[in-house]
């Protein structure tokens, strides 16, 4: 059998270069709901080493970050699952441009001289006063993660001919966190933690994202289903061009 399973009713199997000219009803609020996810998550705990009980694993030590920052893997495979690797790719591109604006906002903001009877400076300093060199780890590391993330899943899409939803979100989240986990902690914090801390935290992070991704399966196909119902398309990327490096679609 060749090409997609029959698609349910209303919805349009097409391929990528279909969807020139087309009104998408929700991709800019996906787009926007990604971006805020990633803003959030680098901003708010992405720097700090938390520590949890589990029964049977006992003491983890993780990112505090992971609790969230897996949202927007899961959302970028919706993106790239629903729209395609060329619009899930422009995501990355906005949620990278956004987040060096909030970097260069959040050094302006701190650095600027406080009113001299304002007593927050240093708590604000130790908030968002990001040290560059796990600001550049993080984008990095997302820049790269989200965009194997999206080719990955995009290309396991065609060759599972649209089925097994499942084995692409986890495949691709598999590759997309690795390049991302890879990147980020030896970059932040070789030499900064201890290189045992960095590898554990570095290995339980990993591991935890991939479960996450796992645990919201089920969400990640009710989304789906519903941004495919409500666009009323299925996007396939058969001949399209993988260049991480431009923001065309």
Not at 58 to 74: D, Q, T
Not at 77 to 83: I, K, M, N, S
Request: charged share 15%.
């Amino acid at each position: 059998m060749t090409g997609p399973l029959p698609a349910p009713p209303a919805i349009a199997v097409i391929d990528a270069s279909a969807l020139h000219g087309r009104s998408l009803r929700f991709y800019d609020f996906a787009m926007a709901a990604f971006v805020v996810i990633l803003i959030c998550s680098n901003l708010i705990g992405a720097g700090k080493p938390a520590v949890m009980t589990l029964p049977v694993w006992g003491e983890v030590k993780f990112g505090a970050g992971i609790l969230f920052f897996p949202l927007s893997y899961v959302l970028g495979d919706v993106l790239a699952e629903v729209y395609g690797f060329a619009r899930a790719r422009r995501c990355v591109w906005a949620g990278f441009a956004a987040s060096i604006f909030a970097a260069g906002m959040s050094w302006v903001v701190v650095t600027l001289p406080p009113a001299a009877d304002w007593a927050g400076q240093s708590a604000l300093a130790e908030v968002f006063g990001q040290v560059p060199r796990i600001f550049l780890a993080s984008i990095a590391a997302f820049w790269a993660g989200e965009i194997a993330n999206a080719a990955v899943l995009s290309r396991m899409k065609v060759w599972t001919q649209g089925r097994m939803l499942w084995t692409r979100t986890i495949g691709s989240t598999v590759v997309g966190q690795g390049v991302d986990s890879l990147i980020f902690y030896p970059l932040a914090f070789l030499g900064v933690w201890e290189t045992s801390l960095v590898v554990q935290v570095l290995l339980t992070n990993y591991a935890l994202k991939v479960l996450w991704e796992v645990i919201l399966t089920p969400v990640t196909y009710r989304i789906v289903a519903w941004f495919k119902r409500a666009e009323g398309i299925d996007v396939f990327d058969r001949g399209v061009g993988y260049d991480p490096f431009t923001t065309a679609v």
